[in-house]
């Protein structure tokens, strides 16, 4: 009898509108402090803005050094020491990315082409799991192959003496190096990015290849012109969630691309590639213990606020990208 | 049944969140050098079955992170391994024991003396190739490795060797002792400074300076030039009473002492065990 | 009549051996075709050397010993000691960031899906969630580093006067759970919206609340994809690095911070698999890479058998049928 009376107050006191009510309040919760910490990110790192101007995204001065004045002047010290010139680390991180999203959607859409149509079957059976798998492989074992087989190859047999005796004034060229970086990630961003694509590829109607093979279209011909053309969005959205992950990218990228503040100059020829540098995500990631310095500190959370910006404008222009492709959604 | 449940779930919580009676552990936290890191974790540990209500925190973010560390309030005691500066302002130094930056290269270079101005050349980017030391038997690009300056290591050496200068942007700089060790392991062409604590890694191998070897023997009598102090940090306003305890646990006692050698350093301040040993001191 | 490969209804029809010859192509057609073979099979010569590799250097170097020692300090293999502490760490900081976000986000896809008034908190939340998932980890790791280390949530680390360490499990914990936030949303939105609007007109038929609706019909069958997305967010979160090296406080075994039992642990600071691969590499301290090899193993072996989970759920998903 208990059971029924506290079953009949239950029932009066989870009324519809209470239910609405709490869960709506706990939305509101999550929304606020995700929202607070978005705002508070960007506030921290005003005052290094606000000293720098547009001149933080310029260059000017070693980016090392800056860094280490605004370490050593500690929590104190004068405005002078805000100080920043960001543009290696900007460039270090375009490079990188650039290169590895660049290099992986090329190469992805053709491996996706092949996985979902050319392949035989028994390899499309095994590599659709494979695909999967390496999607969701941690970054730091990438990182961890990177060093111990891609930093020593790249060291050992394609940097030459004569090319490090020639910039050994400046800075020594060991395999933690530009291509090191770039290899790395690409392999990592492209399961992801073949995995997405492949998923877009497979939900082309049936019947439009189906209708250009009809008219006499080759095989490849109608998966390239008719199907890879209706999985743009598809495209887009596996590029852009590419992107995310690989601007994001800290600990894999602090292993491999050597930790040095410095632009790598496309005018030196071949040693361009084996440049090291730090790309932004890495930078904050290794000097996180610098925290106590003020000046230190509103930098850091500078580099953070530029990477949520850029997150928040990479799925902004993916959604952008998205609008007139919206008449080859599948039907 | 529900007066049941709550019931349960109040022991429950209890049993979780209520620290027991026993409440006079207590834990330090502090920061600060990588190379004393290896002493220290020595150290604790036997300062831990001496007073077992004490443990201790320690972030080995570099000798100068610490002191900055101590200044803003965010560690109770950091230990550092160069002298106090006038940047150290509201700090208290306290000598703890004598330690050698040596200077390591890979046990395949043949390299056995450098003299302090031919290893500033080398950190400052002035001599890059091996060839430039016959004694070496290399004849490739010499990679030097450094500190970062988040190391009083490294403003220590800047102080010692490179006079002022800046180290140069050839030096690949690591971030913390172990890591320069690694470095050096790894590379043939390399040379680096880390303390005496990594000596006994089987891949590095030692270099004279100035013709006097970095041994414990020799950094006691400070013949060897980069002979330095590991030196305890902690605020001076309102220092922490056990950190006091443990700085002076470990600078005299004996037991501590004998941790200090093992692990390579020389103690400077520490009694010793055995009367006669007194006799031999020169 | 041919039989239908099992690829799906939305690829060609199965080859029955007569496969249109690319002799009659343009040259232009023939090099894609050639570039997508060569493409093709470099990814399933890399997938393979990787998946090998990773494979070979795991079981040359995994030893049952590894499981059941901590790890020391030390300089050679030997006296390195196995991983232990960062295994148990790996788990203590799974289950604790999924135990704060399932509930959070399994409130905020019912939400989404069921209420959804008014229209620009909802559309603000999506907003907010997808944002959430493209932030990267290093940012969340800095911002919790800086509340953490507040006196305000001196709680929730180990304190010693008025100093707040900052780092800790629970800081982890908490951070980690906004990385698996929009997996667990997404998953549950897509698990509620596929329930056709029939079951619930039915349900308020009958004169069950909207809410017993949810409890009592929509949450059990939006089960499998609950469950989906729990598991795409704990493998989200035992492979994360960045964070866990910034707020776990780099000790090798777990330091408890406090004599509590469960609390102790999550106040303390201590290692996962993740941060003792990056501590083992050659750019990390320890630089052992044996240990780095088999602890990589270890992970791998975890996100397989979640990946595998994850199959297996869905394929059971889809056996769940609608009569209308």
Redo the contacts between chains.
Sequence with gaps: MDDELLFEQRLHWWSDRRAELTLGAVVCAVLAGVVAMLVFVVVQGWPSFAHNGLAWFGSGGNVDQQIKDMFSAGASGSRDVYTFHAWPLIWSTLLIVGGAVTLSLVSSLFVAVFVVEFAPDWMKQTLHPVVRLLASVPSVIYGLIGVLVIVPFVGNHLITQAEKASVSHIISLSGYSLIAGVMILTVMISPLMIAIFADGLRSVPRHWLEASLALGINRWRTFWKVGVRAARPAIVAGTVLATARALGEAVMLAMVTGSVGFAPNPFDGAIFLFEPSRPLAATILQQVEGLSSAALKHTLFAIASVLLVSAMLLSLAGWAAKQPLKKYAAA | ??SKRIGLAAVLSA??????A?AS?????GSGSSVAQ?YL?SLFAAYHRVRPGI?F?Y?A??G??GV??V??????FAVNTRPPLP?DAGTTYVKLWLDGLCIYVNSQNKLSNLSIGELAGIFT?VS??WSQFPGSGLS?????VGR???AGTFSFFTAAVLNGQ?Q??????Q??D??VA?AI???PNSIGYAGLARA??PGLKKVNVNGVACAPAFVKTLKYPLSRFVWMVFPTASP?LDVQKFTDWARTSVQAGEIITKVGAVPAFNKTAHKHKKHKKH | MSAHAATGPTSLPARTGAVESSATWRLSDRVGLAICWLLGGLFCAIAAAIVIFMLVQGIKYVRPSLFVTSPTAGFSESQTGGFLDPLIGTVVVALLGTAIALPLGVTIAVWLSEYGRPFALARAAESVVEMLAGIPDIVLALFGLLIFSSPILGFFSRTSGHVVFGRSFFAAGAMLSLVALPLIVGSTREGLQAIPAHIREASLGVGKTRFATIRRILLPTARPSVITGTMLGLGRIIGDTAIIVVLLGATLTINQGGSTPVLGVLKGTGSTLTSFIYQNSPTGEIDQPTKAYAAAFVLLVMVLALNLCVDLVGRRKKDVTWSS
Excluded at chain 2, 71 to 76: D, K, L
């Design positions: 049944m529900q049993f979780l969140l209520l620290s027991p026993a552990a207590k834990t330090l936290i290896p974790q443990s925190l972030t973010d570099g100068n992170a900055k560390d200044q803003s309030g965010r560690s109770q940047s980017g890059t190739s490739t690009t010499i990679d030097a970062d300056s988040t800046t140069g942007s050839n030096v690949n700089t971030a913390s172990g890591l690694n392991k790894h590379d006994k890694d922490d």
